[in-house]
């Protein structure tokens, strides 16, 4: 078997330029979404609200600063090929593209070394959270994304049991948006992960959020719920915002697993409208 070697450097260098790039330039699904939601949308407010945003978004890319503010602790997914070594560690790679990026790129560093007590910055953002995924072939593919805390807050998960059915999934995850409000900086991307374990639902709802919102749940009943959650959120009447109207949210992506005889986690990830992510395969 053909072993290939990844070079250290080259892992650094494509996490440095993944993490500049998604805090710098909407993905092309949010921008058609916005603009498709200011065209539809009722409300005076809601409307100008939707074009500020756009506005927002095009100055970022063009003068190649942050979207927002809070740009978010850094989160990978990787799928790393069994035929692959990296001439060195792997994750130390991954951490220095991340410390580059949001030195470099004069992204807000908002990681602390401790949850509790002490709360230091760590002044480089990291450590950042890497899954990953043993997979066949001889890549390394890498989607990224940074998550910020205005909508993580917002975020909730159930270990509910069989017997709560597709409506208890249902109305856990619109009472989570409800509750939610104006917090998460509508309009939002609700990520849903269900199955698996209590962790696993967590990790799926997360993946959910990266994924962009015109690929649809591969499986047709899951597709035809995330189209009807979307609907019901966005009769909520948040609007964009929290200022009223009919775009709440732009998407609602389902990732599934399977799981025990017994369970039926759900875990609901809510995103803001920036649903900062970008992949590369190396």
């Known amino acids: 078997m053909e072993i290939r070697t990844i070079r250290a450097e080259t892992v650094t260098d494509t996490v440095e330029r993944l993490y500049k790039e998604l805090n710098y330039c909407i993905g092309e699904d949010i921008k058609k979404a916005l603009g498709d939601s200011r065209n539809r949308e009722e409300s005076p407010v809601g409307r100008a609200v939707l074009a500020q945003l756009i506005e927002n ?59 509790v007590f002490d709360r230091v910055n760590t ?22 994304g940074c998550k910020g805390f205005g909508s993580e807050n917002m975020s909730a998960i159930k270990m509910l049991t069989p017997s709560a059915g597709i409506e208890g999934v249902k ?41 962009p919102i015109d690929r649809k749940n591969g499986d047709p009943r899951y597709a035809e719920l995330e189209n009807e959650l979307l609907r019901e959120i966005n009769k909520m009447g948040f609007g964009p915002a ?41």
């Open 57 to 115: 978004n095009n100055i970022a890319a063009e003068e190649q600063v942050p979207i927002c503010q809070d740009t978010g602790m850094a989160v990978l997914f990787v799928e790393y090929g069994e035929r692959v070594v990296i001439d060195g560690s792997f994750k130390e790679a991954v951490e220095e593209g991340v410390r580059r990026a949001y030195i470099g790129g004069y992204l807000r560093k908002s990681v602390v070394s401790d949850p």
């Open 171 to 211: 109305e856990f995850v619109l009472n989570t948006v409800r509750y939610a409000g104006s917090n998460p900086c509508p309009p939002i991307v609700v990520g849903i992960g269900i199955g698996g374990t209590f962790e696993k639902a967590a990790q799926l709802a997360k993946k959910a959020t990266l994924r």
């Open 242 to 282: 929290g200022l009223g109207g009919s775009t709440t949210a732009l998407g609602v992506n389902i990732e599934t697993f399977p799981t025990h005889i017994a369970g039926m986690p759900v875990a609901v990830n809510i995103c803001c409208h920036a649903a900062r992510h970008k992949e590369a395969v190396i």
């Open 123 to 144: 002044k480089d953002n990291t450590p950042a959270i890497i899954y990953t995924d043993i997979v066949e072939g001889d890549r390394i593919k890498i989607l990224a």
